[in-house]
């Protein structure tokens, strides 16, 4: 009986684990098409200047459009890309289009930014820089309108080869975020010696506010420090009018999530700016 249940158990786990590993296989093929026939897309959400509640920045966030027309978001492959090494072409691939995108938002908002996630193994390509300003060049965008976001745990991989990559970056003028910040456990001296301009507070934060004490100790705490460190704050994940209040109350600078507007299709976000008061700059217009 015992042994009959035993045997049972072991099949099962057989069989899960060579479904996974076909899956994983059908995902590679899957990211390797896409590549070649180039089906990632840049989605952009607005990061909001809380005290006027304009546009700064929008986010470019990674969209693998299936031949479908089916979306799927950065959490079903991006650790796949990093072990196939595609990363760095579907990267490349973002860094294009949404340089052309900012490009041309800015004939109409001239001050808009463009911030951009960069995953350890784009940070430390050699020729990065050398993407970036050409890129840059060719739409005749200052290194300004440009913020690159590493995530807080991907940094501490290696601090030190992560800060040389950092200062190269912030030294040519790209303003650097540290992403989903509050879960990779970098110590305060080793973040005091960063070039950093921004800390993008974790939305794991934003989901204790405002019922859980704690969650509101730690975001202040965070802004407190932030400031007496000439870093500003963009809180990630506000979801609701009460969090936004309290963030609001503590002087938190920056704000994004799906209470302000989600990731959305460059046509999409085109008409959210264009909405009243959405728009960091009165929009230019041609004289008729
Ligand atoms: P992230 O950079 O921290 O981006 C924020 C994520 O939270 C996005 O998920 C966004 O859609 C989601 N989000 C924003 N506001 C809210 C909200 O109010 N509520 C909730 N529940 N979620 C919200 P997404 O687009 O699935 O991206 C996941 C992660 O994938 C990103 O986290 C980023 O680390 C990574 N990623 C995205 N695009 C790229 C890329 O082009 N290159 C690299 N290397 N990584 C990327
Ligand atoms: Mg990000
Ligand atoms: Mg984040
Ligand atoms: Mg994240």
């Not at 909405?275 to 009165?282: A, D, F, R």
């Given at each position: 009986e015992a042994k009959s249940a035993g045997r049972g158990h072991f099949r099962f786990y057989y069989t899960e684990l060579s479904v996974r590993n076909r899956h994983k296989l059908t995902l590679k093929n899957n990211l390797h098409r896409a590549v070649d026939a180039n089906a990632f897309d840049a989605w952009y959400q607005p990061i909001i200047?809380?005290?006027?509640?304009?546009?700064?920045y929008v986010e470019a966030l990674m969209r693998l459009i299936h031949p479908d027309g089916t979306v799927t978001t950065p959490g079903h492959f991006l650790q796949t890309l990093e072990e196939t090494g595609l990363i760095s072409r579907s990267g490349q691939m973002m860094l294009e289009q949404a340089c052309s995108t900012l490009a041309s938002w800015r004939t109409l908002f001239p001050e808009l930014r463009l911030s951009l996630n960069l995953s350890v193994n784009q940070l430390w390509q050699a020729d990065l820089i050398d993407q970036l300003e050409q890129m840059l060049a060719q739409h005749h965008?200052?290194?300004?309108a440009l913020m690159l976001e590493v995530t807080e745990g991907s940094m501490m991989t290696d601090i030190v080869k992560t800060e040389q990559f950092l200062e190269a970056l912030h030294g040519r003028g790209f303003e650097i975020a540290i992403d989903d910040?509050?879960?990779?456990?970098?110590s305060l001296s080793r973040l005091r010696s960063l070039p950093v301009n921004k800390l993008k507070v974790d939305k794991s934060f934003m989901?204790?506010?405002?019922?859980d004490r704690k969650s509101m100790e730690m975001v202040r705490a965070i802004l407190q420090m932030a400031t007496s460190l000439d870093l500003e704050v963009v809180a990630e994940g506000i979801e609701t009018e009460d969090q936004l209040q309290v963030l609001a109350e503590a002087d938190c600078h920056f704000g994004q999530g799906f209470l302000f507007a989600r990731p959305m299709s460059s046509e999409d976000l085109l008409t959210y700016l264009s909405?009243?008061?959405?728009?960091?700059?009165?929009p230019y217009r041609p004289m008729a």
């Open positions: 200047d809380i005290r006027t509640g304009k546009v700064v965008l200052p290194a300004s910040f509050g879960t990779g456990y970098s989901d204790g506010i405002p019922r909405l009243p008061g959405k728009e960091q700059t009165t």
